[in-house]
Each structure stands twice: as C-alpha cells, then as structure tokens.
Antibody, heavy 118, light 109 residues
Framework: EVQLVESGGGLVQWGGSLRLSCAASGFTFRSYYMHWVRQGIGKGLEWVSGVGTVGDTFYPGSVKDRFTISRDNAKNTLYLQINSLRAEDTAVYYC????????????WGQGTLVTVSS | QTVVTQEPSLTVSPGGTVTLTCASSTGAVTSGYYPNWFQQKPGQAPRTLIYSTNNKHSWTPARFSGSLLGGKAALTLSGVQPEDEAEYYCLLYYGANWEFGGGTKLTVL
C-alpha cells in the first residue's frame, strides 16, 4: 500500500526556517517524481515544488529563492526546506507522488500544518 | 504570470450531468498540458481523479471523465451523486512547472 506521511510542521516565527519531511512507503521511491503542494487556510491549492528521479528540481517564481526541495532515496524521504518564512507561508503542506506514464499525480499525504507567527 | 481559470461554483441536481472546465491564460489547453483533476472535501487532502487529460486511477468512479473541450480541459460528471459535492481543482503542466486553477465548488442540490 502506497503511503505518504508528512511531518515537521508547527508554529514558527516570521523570518525563521523550517524543514518538512515526507516519509514514503509501499513503492520504489527513487523511481518517482515527487511534488509539494500547499493550501492556505480557506484558500486553493498551490504547487510549490517538484523533484525528478535524478534530483532535478522545479519551483514557481513565487517561492524559488526561499524553498528547496530534496530527496534521500536511501531513506525514502522527501524534504522541503523553507527559509525566510512569511505570513503567507501559513498553510497545510502536502506531498504527492508523480505518475510514471506521463506527467501527473496520483497519491497524496494527509498534510502538515505550518503556521507563521509575527 | 500564468493564470488557470475555473468556474468558481456550479450547481447540479442528483443524477444529472455537469461539466467543469479549466482554461489557460497562455491559450488553448492541449494534451501537452497533461491536465490533472482533483477532488477535495472539507478537512481532507486532495485526491487525484484524472491525470494526463483523461486517464483514471483505480479509485476514480466511472462517472468521472476527462477531456479537452473548446480549447479547455474538462471534467464531466455523469449521474452525479450527493457525495460528489466537493471542491474540484485542475492542474496544468507548463514544461517544467505546474499551475493549479482556483477551484470549482460543486454543489449537489
């Protein structure tokens, strides 16, 4: 059974840093593209990063200078480092698995909440 | 700045059919945008229903289908059930990055 379990969220101060983790199980982690997506409270979904099977990384312009996605295939774990935290980073962060046949998504974790306080 | 546009809200009667659409500010949506469709209910994580325009996952009910329609990606629900009331999001691929639409709140009434 495919499982994705996010952790590392919590209450953090404005300007601080945080590293989120996503523990993957039930599939060959190194063979899949992985996504991070976030959702502000009462807001829509926002794609914030992706990492390919060879470690190539992708970001939208809105977070490119502050977010770093990485993966540890030996630990079956996906990470998201967030620096210079802002109020607008307050959100539930979800990790998701990419499909192999074509660009896409399939399984998602339950999310971890990040709250940025001033 | 790329903008992906969805209908903010739609209402459908139980047993009816409804089509949600997803447009790109860059022009017509084609299969090369690999449209994905998600369902999200309050307090739950998103669930991918459709990937790469019209491909279903094992958990996707048969009444959901994806297509391209008039330059947009489309999600059609045929024989709508009360449990289909949810927020629906599309996701488009722009060569390296992805962009979500703003979501459609579907009410079954």
């Amino acid at each position: 059974e495919v499982q994705l379990v996010e952790s590392g969220g919590g209450l953090v101060q404005w300007g601080g840093s945080l590293r989120l983790s996503c523990a993957a199980s039930g599939f060959t982690f190194r063979s899949y593209y992985m996504h991070w997506v976030r959702q502000g409270i009462g807001k829509g979904l926002e794609w914030v990063s992706g990492v390919g099977t060879v470690g190539d990384t992708f970001y939208p312009g809105s977070v490119k200078d502050r977010f770093t996605i990485s993966r540890d295939n030996a630990k079956n774990t996906l990470y998201l480092q967030i620096n210079s935290l802002r109020a607008e980073d307050t959100a539930v962060y979800y990790c998701g698995r990419g499909t192999t046949a074509a660009p896409g998504t399939d399984y998602w974790g339950q999310g971890t909440l990040v709250t940025v306080s001033s | 700045q790329t903008v992906v546009t969805q209908e903010p809200s739609l209402t459908v009667s139980p047993g009816g059919t409804v089509t949600l659409t997803c447009a790109s500010s860059t022009g017509a949506v084609t299969s090369g945008y690999y449209p994905n469709w998600f369902q999200q209910k309050p307090g739950q994580a998103p669930r991918t229903l459709i990937y790469s325009t019209n491909n279903k996952h094992s958990w996707t009910p048969a009444r959901f289908s994806g297509s391209l329609l008039g330059g947009k990606a489309a999600l059609t629900l045929s024989g709508v059930q009360p449990e289909d009331e949810a927020e629906y999001y599309c996701l488009l691929y722009y060569g390296a990055n992805w962009e979500f639409g703003g979501g459609t709140k579907l009410t079954v009434l």
